[in-house]
């Protein structure tokens, strides 16, 4: 008698069931770990680019930071510095570096206060106004969908990363 062999059909359907078994466990796990790191990867650009107008300003001694055009939510900033000495920065300041988009599966950066357009740093790399003394600044998503670091904080002298706690960003 000559030996068969292969796979049964019950044996091919055991393998297939259980694949999509681990399939439907997996890809909800992948798509909230996605979402959880594009917030956090978006704060932390954020951070990083708040930090580097903040050190354009000290090293060029001339008005710096980050202009989104106002509203309490926005999806895109730019990095600006003023080389035309105006003492603030707007959309006729140069620009440094590309347009930062904020991505479509991030939900829009919200800061607060909501009459906030900008984020300026005078020469000497403190938060500036050229209305007077700027409030502290708070940028956060909402939803984080669980992100370990979801909000970012500039105050006169420190820009902070961290987790938004009640209403406040706390440093990671």
Same mark, same amino acid.
């Given at each position: 008698?000559?030996?068969?062999?292969?796979?049964?059909?019950?044996?091919?359907?055991?393998?297939?069931?259980?694949?999509?078994?681990?399939?439907?466990?997996?890809?909800?796990?992948?798509?909230?770990?996605?979402?959880?790191?594009?917030?956090?990867?978006?704060?932390?650009?954020?951070?990083?680019?708040?930090?580097?107008?903040?050190?354009?300003?000290?090293?060029?001694?001339?008005?710096?930071?980050?202009?989104? %055009?106002? #509203?309490?939510?926005? &999806? !895109?900033?730019?990095?600006?510095?003023?080389? /035309?000495?105006?003492?603030?920065? =707007? $959309?006729?300041?140069?620009?440094?570096?590309?347009?930062?988009?904020?991505?479509?599966?991030?939900?829009?950066?919200?800061?607060?206060?909501?009459?906030?357009?900008?984020?300026?740093?005078? %020469?000497? #790399?403190?938060?500036? &106004? !050229?209305?007077?003394?700027?409030?502290?600044? /708070?940028?956060?998503?909402?939803? =984080? $969908?669980?992100?370990?670091?979801?909000?970012?904080?500039?105050?006169?002298?420190?820009?902070?990363?961290?987790?938004?706690?009640?209403?406040?960003?706390?440093?990671?």
């Amino acid at each position: 008698m000559k030996e068969e062999r292969g796979f049964t059909l019950v044996e091919m359907m055991v393998v297939v069931s259980i694949t999509v078994l681990l399939l439907a466990w997996a890809v909800p796990s992948y798509s909230t770990w996605k979402k959880k790191h594009d917030i956090e990867n978006q704060m932390v650009q954020l951070y990083s680019d708040l930090q580097f107008g903040r050190m354009t300003a000290y090293g060029s001694k001339v008005v710096s930071g980050i202009l989104w %055009g106002g #509203g309490a939510s926005f &999806s !895109s900033y730019q990095i600006m510095t003023d080389t /035309t000495n105006q003492g603030f920065i =707007s $959309s006729n300041s140069t620009q440094i570096g590309a347009t930062v988009h904020v991505g479509l599966k991030v939900p829009p950066i919200i800061a607060a206060p909501a009459n906030q357009s900008d984020v300026m740093f005078d %020469g000497r #790399g403190f938060l500036y &106004s !050229s209305a007077g003394t700027p409030p502290p600044i /708070t940028f956060y998503v909402t939803p =984080s $969908s669980g992100a370990a670091m979801d909000c970012v904080a500039v105050t006169s002298t420190r820009i902070t990363l961290g987790k938004m706690n009640g209403g406040s960003c706390s440093p990671k």
